[in-house]
């Protein structure tokens, strides 16, 4: 089936790291993803991992995969306001390029 | 240099309304989306061509037709409005073979009175 969870919210202070968690059903997708999202605006592809690859590291975010357990995770350093955003996790389904994303984590980055 | 852009960016109209949303992408890419984004943010793929060419048709009622005239525009008719057809409404596009990276426009919202 198709199904991508994400927690609702979390809270960090600026300069912490942020971990935003993902889980996926499907074991045959290639890609995953994760997009920000500020307030208004669109979607903003920030990284994608390949399914062979267990983990994928630009400047400040890592990506974890563990296939074996269907998670993917955001690792966020030094977490600045400017990071205050929903991040969305997002697999693709098949050929056709099709997207299911989870539910949207918001980060909410206090001073 | 806009990559994707969507024209208008806020549309109010009345129920039983038809309109259209237009899409174009500068990315020289392939294959395009529609996705709507509900009031509780969870996003959902409508439509996806490639080449001129339906290839996705969700579960998404008749009054909702995609219309792509060539490879770089790809439109959205809604016919007869309703309330619940109120949301944002993104395009997207990506380059088949690329690990389908997809690139969204800044979105449509779409207030149904």
């Known amino acids: 089936g198709e199904d991508v969870e994400q927690s609702l919210f979390l809270s960090v202070r600026e300069g912490d790291s942020s971990v935003i968690n993902c889980t996926y059903t499907?074991?045959?997708?290639?890609?995953l993803y994760w997009y920000k999202q500020e307030p208004g605006a669109g979607l903003q592809l920030l990284t994608y991992i390949f399914s062979n690859m267990d983990m994928k590291q630009d400047q400040r975010l890592t990506v974890l995969l563990n296939k074996k357990d269907k998670h993917l995770s955001l690792r966020i350093a030094d977490t600045q306001t400017g990071d205050s955003a929903i991040y969305f996790c997002a697999e693709i389904y098949n050929q056709g390029g099709k997207l299911i994303f989870g539910q949207g984590t918001e980060l909410s980055v206090k001073p | 240099d806009t990559a994707v852009s969507q024209t208008p960016k806020y549309l109010v109209t009345q129920m039983g309304n038809d309109k259209s949303i237009k899409c174009e992408q500068n990315?020289?890419?392939?294959?395009m989306y529609w996705y709507k984004q509900d009031s509780k943010k969870f996003l959902k793929i409508m439509f996806s061509y490639n080449n001129k060419e339906l290839i996705i048709n969700e579960t998404v009622p008749n009054r909702f037709s995609p219309k792509s005239p060539d490879k770089a525009h790809l439109n959205l008719h809604i016919n007869s409005l309703e309330l619940g057809d109120s949301a944002v409404y993104f395009c997207?596009?990506?380059?088949?073979?690329?690990?389908?990276?997809?690139?969204f426009g800044p979105g449509t919202r779409l207030t149904v009175t």
């Open positions: 997207a596009s990506s380059q088949a073979g690329k690990g389908y990276e997809q690139y």
């Open positions: 499907d074991s045959s997708s290639t890609y």
């Open positions: 990315l020289g890419h392939d294959t």
